[in-house]
């Protein structure tokens, strides 16, 4: 049994939808972001100065990209999980351990054709992984959106404001996107095994990778039909709680035995925890350093109720608070856009999408980094671009789209000048 949104009629092709608008958007944008950054970095002022060690790590033609979270990445692509960042980790200091393996071990493949440039081999394989992921988006629209509705859709993603981690910089953002979106296109083509791989590879990319599996799960169990939602349906007695229960049914009958493939995907997590605890003697080794000065980030009350958040309003610059709102605002938007998602493209997606923008929210004391995150929630980015492309909304659209890739150009240009956005 197919999900609702897959039975949808795919409607007539035109000379604009082909790979070739996707393919021609994202160069367009890369060619940009690329002249930004450069500019920004060898002729503005900078923020913040260069870590211990980076620029003699890093070429300097792309060093505008290489900033913050990419000497991690580098690192571990160079050294692994060696000795040093043991100590630093026992010593209760920032430490390599917080960032997971995949990413890094696909730049040290690469690094083999740029001469071992890890810097150079971070981004080719973040720029290759970017431009999948948007092609890969494209596809997966075309089964669930008109024509127009797709090409605002990928517009509206290409220019998203924090968009700049698709292009160039050495984060695990484009890769863990490539990946997840790879599983989700497997399993809507009834190949839940290789999408639960897919899912591994995500799941092995970001701690926050889990919501790939729960989306798995739920898009799973929808496609098959084994949990259906009747709104006819009305319970005898008790109140809203009592006909809400009423109307679900699950029908065990419809699930098969290789739909659980799909849980191969929390192989990802599990072996990288089963790695920390053998060598660090603590499976949850990548949260505990959250605790180290500098990332103050432990679990508990004090980051869920983003107490520092607050903090950073009364006690830092408007400028810096200025960002923090600005992300806990886009925060609240893609959780609200979970509803359209909800009632565009089903139960399954929506999950997903809840799932993608709270576990990180959940893990950020300030919704820093929030930004890059919600890259994650495609499901959104495609309803926002069905929405938008109704003929009567068609000044929303050209607003949207152009205060979206001026914010994306400021912020690139920013990041280039190592502003603190991530």
């Not at 920390?276 to 500098?294: L, N």
């Not at 950073?312 to 709102?325: A, E, K, M, Q, T």
Request: aromatic share 14%; with cysteine.
């Amino acid at each position: 049994m197919t999900s609702p949104v897959s039975s949808v009629a795919r409607p007539p092709r035109t000379a604009r939808d082909t790979v070739w608008f996707p393919l021609s958007v994202f160069l367009g944008v890369a060619m940009v972001l690329f002249v930004t950054v450069q500019v920004s970095h060898d002729h503005f002022t900078a923020e913040h100065r260069p870590m211990p060690g980076e620029l003699s790590t890093l070429g300097h033609w792309y060093s505008g990209w290489m900033v913050f979270d990419t000497s991690w990445y580098v690192y571990i692509a160079q050294h692994g999980y060696d000795a040093q960042q043991e100590d630093l980790f026992d010593a209760g200091e920032q430490s390599a351990i917080a960032y997971f393996p995949a990413y890094p071990l696909t730049v040290r493949a690469v690094a083999r054709l740029t001469g071992h440039d890890y810097g150079a081999a971070a981004m080719l394989t973040t720029f290759l992984c970017g431009l999948a992921f948007a092609l890969l988006f494209w596809r997966w629209c075309r089964d669930r959106l008109s024509p127009a509705a797709r090409r605002t859709a990928i517009v509206l993603l290409l220019v998203y404001p924090y968009a700049w981690f698709l292009y160039g910089s050495g984060y695990s953002d484009a890769f863990f996107l490539a990946a997840t979106i790879s599983a989700f296109l497997l399993l809507d083509r009834d190949h839940p095994v290789l999408a639960g791989l897919l899912g591994f590879v995500a799941l092995a990319a970001r701690p926050t990778g889990t919501a790939v599996l729960i989306g798995l799960v739920a898009v799973a169990l929808e496609r098959r039909g084994v949990l259906t939602r009747d709104p006819s349906a009305v319970g005898d007695s008790g109140g809203w709680w009592a006909r809400e229960r009423a109307r679900w049914h699950f029908r065990s009958d419809r699930f098969r035995a290789r739909d659980a493939g799909v849980l191969l995907a929390a192989g990802g997590l599990l072996s990288y925890m089963f790695f920390t605890f053998t060598q660090f003697d603590d499976a949850f080794a990548f949260a505990t350093v959250q605790k180290a000065p500098g990332w103050n980030q432990p679990a508990g009350f004090h980051t869920w109720l983003k107490i520092g958040f607050f903090g950073h309003l009364v006690h830092d610059s408007p400028s810096f608070s200025l960002r923090l709102v600005v992300q806990a605002l886009l925060t609240l938007a893609f959780l609200i856009g979970s509803v359209l998602v909800l009632r565009r493209l089903g139960w399954g997606y929506a999950v997903y999408s809840v799932a993608i923008v709270a576990l990180p929210m959940l893990g950020t004391a300030d919704f820093q980094g929030m930004g890059r995150y919600l890259l994650g929630c495609f499901p959104v980015f495609a309803v926002a671009g069905d929405w938008l492309a109704a003929p009567h909304r068609q000044m929303l659209r050209r607003g949207a789209v152009i205060v979206s890739a001026i914010s994306l150009i400021a912020l690139t240009s920013l990041f280039g000048r190592r502003y603190y956005l991530t």
